[in-house]
């Protein structure tokens, strides 16, 4: 009897010692919204693709804590309607964190479910205003950002005279205001905007615009949008024969569109960009490191790095970073103020800094001006980070 007792209590001790060690082998789920059908289902599998890759990475190197990193995906089919609906969904579950969606429209529909006590939304769009402070974050570099590097590049190459064209949907919108505010700013006073020219996403053409445009004798164009209609703005151009260094969203830097669009490329196309297409631009250390860390874990899943993946992988590795520093039961105020305060983290889009960039921790100083050259199939830096010369001196 007492044998058989000493045999219970020994089982007890055993089940009781084992039991948290099950508990730590426990997956963390990271719930991401993603585009993964309809319209932008090309930025929402690219995004996918890039999260899967990340999460194999780090459960190679341990987790968070021991315990396996598990991305859950949910489908928004690219409407903000759908997207509000999954975000309720996992608030009603109380989770601490909401990863994308993939669009700004998606975005900017959830953000006001997470204003005053979370969960922490980081969106997978850069388009958008977040509140400083606040539980919304988003990706990559701001508009503002993209556009002040830009201007900045223009007037150093001595490019005076600039034409524009917007598609007139919430993206275009946001990046003329920007450039606007840039070329507002007293150190580009000398740059005069010669014409100002608009289209929307489902034109056929703009032929008509870009004959306006080359009649007004810009020494440069910003023409702006993503996808398709991008490509319905450099035929415009090169349907008249209009030949200007062009700047155009980095949203268009991706294999599939690089490669469907090549005979409509500008001849001098420019991108603002980030630090892994800045080939010939000074890097640090730490940032070559994460690039090269960011390239390895692609290429073993048969993947290539471009904006869009580019563009999952450091709010992730951010979000991640956040739960190894304070452990995996991290409330979603805790999350929020930790990010808030990051200074210093090196990411594969450079150092980050939400003091500097609230909400979004990096800015014009994190990007590059960038030429796409078709016969390398490669990016080559025009300017160091922040958009002067580079070797100016």
Same mark, same amino acid.
């Given at each position: ?26 997956? %963390? ?18 995004? $996918? ?60 529909? $959830? ?41 900045? %590049? ?121 630090? %892994? ?39 992730? $590795? ?33 150092? %980050? ?15 590059? $001006? ?24």
């Amino acid at each position: 009897m007492k044998k058989m007792h000493g045999l219970v209590l020994s089982l007890i001790a055993a089940i009781s010692l084992a039991a948290p060690t099950a508990r730590a082998a426990d997956p %963390y789920v990271i719930n991401t919204i993603l585009s993964l059908t309809g319209n932008i289902a090309f930025v929402g599998s690219t995004q $996918m693709q890039a999260l899967k890759a990340l999460e194999t990475q780090v459960n190679a190197a341990g987790g968070i804590k021991g315990r396996p990193v598990s991305f859950a995906f949910s489908d928004d089919q690219s409407s903000a309607q759908t997207a509000v609906q999954l975000a309720h969904d996992l608030i009603a579950r109380n989770v601490p964190i909401i990863l994308g969606s993939s669009g700004p429209t998606s975005c900017g529909a $959830m953000a006001p479910l997470v204003a005053d006590n979370g969960p922490v939304l980081y969106c997978l769009a850069n388009g958008g205003d977040p509140v400083p402070g606040g539980y919304e974050f988003f990706t990559l570099m701001s508009y503002e950002s993209q556009l002040a590097v830009a201007v900045r %590049y223009f007037r150093e190459r001595g490019y005076h005279r600039l034409a524009s064209i917007f598609a007139t949907d919430a993206g275009g919108q946001g990046a003329e205001k920007a450039l606007q505010a840039a070329l507002a700013l007293p150190e580009n006073k000398s740059i005069e905007l010669v014409s100002q020219q608009h289209f929307t996403t489902g034109d056929a053409s703009t032929s008509a615009q870009m004959a306006v445009i080359q009649g007004a004798k810009p020494d440069a164009l910003v023409a702006w949008a993503t996808g398709g209609p991008a490509a319905t703005l450099f035929r415009g151009a090169r349907d008249i024969g209009l030949d200007l260094p062009t700047v155009t969203s980095p949203g268009n830097l991706t294999g599939a569109f690089l490669k469907q669009y090549a005979p409509l490329l500008p001849p001098q196309i420019i991108f603002p960009a980030v630090p %892994y297409y800045a080939t010939g631009a000074p890097t640090d250390t730490a940032t070559k490191a994460a690039v090269a860390k960011l390239t390895s874990a692609l290429t073993a899943a048969g993947a290539e790095p471009d904006m869009i993946s580019i563009s999952a992988w450091d709010p992730a $590795m951010l979000l991640i970073e956040a739960l190894q520093t304070l452990g995996p039961d991290a409330s979603a105020a805790k999350i929020r103020d930790h990010l808030v305060n990051l200074k210093g983290w090196t990411g594969a889009d450079g150092v %980050y800094d939400f003091h500097a960039a609230p909400q979004r921790g990096i800015g014009e100083n994190n990007v590059v $001006m960038v030429h796409w050259d078709v016969q390398k199939n490669a990016g080559v830096a025009l300017s160091n980070f922040g958009g002067a010369l580079l070797n100016a001196k």
